[in-house]
C-alpha cells in the first residue's frame, strides 16, 4: 500500500548539505501496524513528512496505492510531534475543523466531533480550551481531530511520547481498538521498545543519520492484544531480546 523505493532526502542548512536519508526501501501493507523506531535525527519525521506529501524525496519513488506521491497525501491522517491545536479554539471546535474546512454544515460536523470526543474519552470536556487541559488530553484531542476525516492510514510521529505510563497505557488500548474498529493502516514513530512491539505488526529500526533501515522484523503476536499482560508473554520477551540486541549495536556505534 506504501511503497519507499530507494529514498534520498537532503536538507540544506546554511548552505551546507544534511543528508537525512540514505537509500531507504520500505513496503508497507495495507492494515499493517509499522513502528519505527531510532537514534534521535535518523530521519523518522522525515520520512512520515514524506509519505504524506509534505516533503518531496531528493531522489528515489514513494507510491500510495502505487500512485507516486507528488502533492499533499489527503488518504493520510497525520499526528505531528506538537499537537498544532488552534489555542482559541475549544475542544469541540478543534476536532471539528477538518469538518469545517471541507465545508460540512455546523450541526452535521458537530455531531461527527462529539462522538469522536466521547471515543478519546473527552466527554464533558468539550468546551475547554486547549491550554485547560492535561498534556494527555490534548493528545487525545489531536487524535480526535486526525480521526474525524476518516484517514484510512494514521502516521503518528511519536504519539504518547511525553505521558505517563498510565496514560499510555489507554491511549495504546485506545488505538487497537480504533483500529479493530477502523481497519486503517498505522505508521508510528516511537522511541519505546515495549510500545512499538505492544502495538505493532511490524518493527522497523533505523540507523542513524543519514536514516536508512537497519533491521526489520513482523510482530506476530495475535490480535486483540491485551497491552498491559501482553508485554509479560514468552513471545513477547523473544521479540523484545531480539531487537533489543539490533537497537544496542546501532547506539553502541552512536555512543549513546
Ligand atoms: N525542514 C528541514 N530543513 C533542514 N533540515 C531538516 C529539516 N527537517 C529535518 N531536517 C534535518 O534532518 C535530520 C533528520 O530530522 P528528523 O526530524 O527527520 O529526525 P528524527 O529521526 O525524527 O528525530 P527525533 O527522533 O529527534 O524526532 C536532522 O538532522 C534535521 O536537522
Not at 76 to 90: A, F, I
Not at 193 to 216: D, H, M, Q
Request: charged share 25%.
Amino acid at each position: 500500500m506504501i511503497e519507499l523505493a530507494s529514498i534520498s532526502k537532503t536538507f540544506r542548512q546554511k548552505g551546507e548539505p544534511v543528508e537525512a536519508v540514505r537509500n531507504l526501501s520500505l513496503s508497507i501493507g495495507e492494515g499493517e501496524i509499522v513502528a519505527v523506531i531510532g537514534p534521535s535525527g535518523c530521519g523518522k519525521s522525515t520520512l512520515l513528512n514524506m509519505i504524506s506529501g509534505l516533503y518531496r524525496p531528493t531522489t528515489g519513488r514513494v507510491e500510495y496505492r502505487g500512485e507516486r506521491v507528488t502533492a499533499v497525501n489527503t488518504s493520510v491522517g497525520y499526528m505531528t510531534q506538537k499537537d498544532n491545536l488552534l489555542p482559541w479554539r475549544n475542544v469541540r471546535d478543534n476536532v471539528s475543523l477538518p469538518l469545517e474546512i471541507q465545508g460540512v454544515p455546523k450541526a452535521q460536523r458537530e455531531r461527527a466531533a462529539e462522538e469522536l470526543i466521547r471515543r478519546v474519552g473527552l466527554d464533558g470536556f468539550e468546551e475547554k480550551l486547549p491550554s485547560e487541559l492535561s498534556g494527555g488530553m490534548r493528545k487525545r484531542v489531536g487524535l480526535a481531530r486526525m480521526l474525524l476525516a476518516r484517514p484510512e492510514t494514521l502516521l503518528l510521529d511519536e504519539p504518547f511520547g511525553a505521558l505517563d505510563a498510565q496514560l499510555k497505557l489507554a491511549m495504546h488500548q485506545l488505538l487497537l481498538s480504533i483500529k479493530e474498529e477502523y481497519g486503517q493502516t498505522v505508521l508510528f514513530v516511537t522511541h519505546d521498545l515495549v510500545e512499538a512491539i505492544t502495538l505493532s505488526t511490524k518493527v522497523v529500526i533505523c540507523s542513524r543519520r543519514p536514516g536508512t533501515i537497519r533491521y526489520s522484523r513482523d510482530v506476530d503476536l495475535p490480535f486483540p492484544r491485551d497491552v498491559l499482560n501482553v508485554r509479560f508473554t514468552e513471545q513477547f520477551g523473544e521479540i523484545y531480546n531480539d531487537i533489543w540486541e539490533q537497537l544496542r549495536q546501532e547506539y553502541k556505534e552512536d555512543r549513546l
